[in-house]
T-cell receptor
Framework: KAGVTQTPRYLIKTRGQQVTLSCSPISGHRSVSWYQQTPGQGLQFLFE???????NKGNFPGRFSGRQFSNSRSEMNVSTLELGDSALYLC????????????????FGEGSRLTVL | GNSVTQMEGPVTLSEEAFLTINCTYTATGYPSLFWYVQYPGEGLQLLLK?????DKGSNKGFEATYRKETTSFHLEKGSVQVSDSAVYFC??????????????????FGKGTKLSVIP
């Protein structure tokens, strides 16, 4: 069974640009979450999607947005990039029911490492 | 809000030494608790979990017991190997309700503890 796939793995952007990151969840998983990992702040929750609906959102500015498609694939977008957006962006999927049942295990991809110059 | 505090690293141990990584949490209700591990250049992998008080999670020789009275979930291993070198994250999933009334799988993570095991 293929794991969570994130693309691209590495990218370099300059301040003011925008970036789109893609995540393909494990087949059959309908829930996708995104996390930002930095040395200073650690792992911080960005968003969670289930069946194309954003169910939960972390404390990030509006420059960070995301969406989920009917095939459960997800994208996140960061506009007007700032130096502080340099981070590893991790996507995770889970076999989540609408009522939130299950063990809560998240399966993570290897991440997209964004460097903003 | 929810929070997780784990011991500062890095931790350096000799092979076959005993490992403890402390983790305490603050949460409302009865959270589920997790330990994730991140090997260099990789994403996070679930190491073990516990969903209610007094549960013991175990995997690959690692153990952690959900202690509600001390709000702790310390990770232990009796004999570490070089291959255990990684960053370990303690995490919790709180009572999982969001505005829509549906469940949420948002995890709150600790800062991570880097473990290096030397031969």
């Amino acid at each position: 069974k293929a794991g969570v796939t994130q693309t691209p793995r590495y990218l370099i952007k300059t301040r003011g640009q925008q970036v789109t990151l893609s995540c393909s969840p494990i087949s059959g998983h309908r829930s996708v979450s995104w996390y930002q990992q930095t040395p200073g702040q650690g792992l911080q929750f960005l968003f969670e999607y289930f069946s194309e609906t954003q169910r939960n959102k972390g404390n990030f500015p509006g420059r960070f947005s995301g969406r989920q498609f009917s095939n459960s694939r997800s994208e996140m977008n960061v506009s007007t990039l700032e130096l502080g957006d340099s981070a590893l962006y991790l996507c995770a999927s889970s076999h989540l029911g609408l009522a939130g049942g299950g063990t809560g295990e998240l399966f993570f991809g290897e991440g997209s490492r964004l460097t903003v110059l | 809000g929810n929070s997780v505090t784990q011991m500062e690293g890095p931790v350096t141990l000799s092979e076959e030494a005993f490992l403890t990584i402390n983790c305490t949490y603050t949460a409302t209700g009865y959270p589920s608790l997790f330990w994730y591990v991140q090997y260099p250049g990789e994403g996070l992998q679930l190491l073990l979990k516990a969903t209610k008080a007094d549960d013991k999670g175990s995997n690959k020789g690692f153990e952690a017991t959900y202690r509600k009275e001390t709000t702790s979930f310390h990770l232990e291993k009796g004999s570490v190997q070089v291959s255990d070198s990684a960053v370990y994250f303690c995490a919790l999933r709180g009572p999982a309700m969001v505005d829509s009334g549906a469940g949420s799988y948002q995890l709150t993570f600790g800062k991570g503890t880097k473990l290096s095991v030397i031969p």
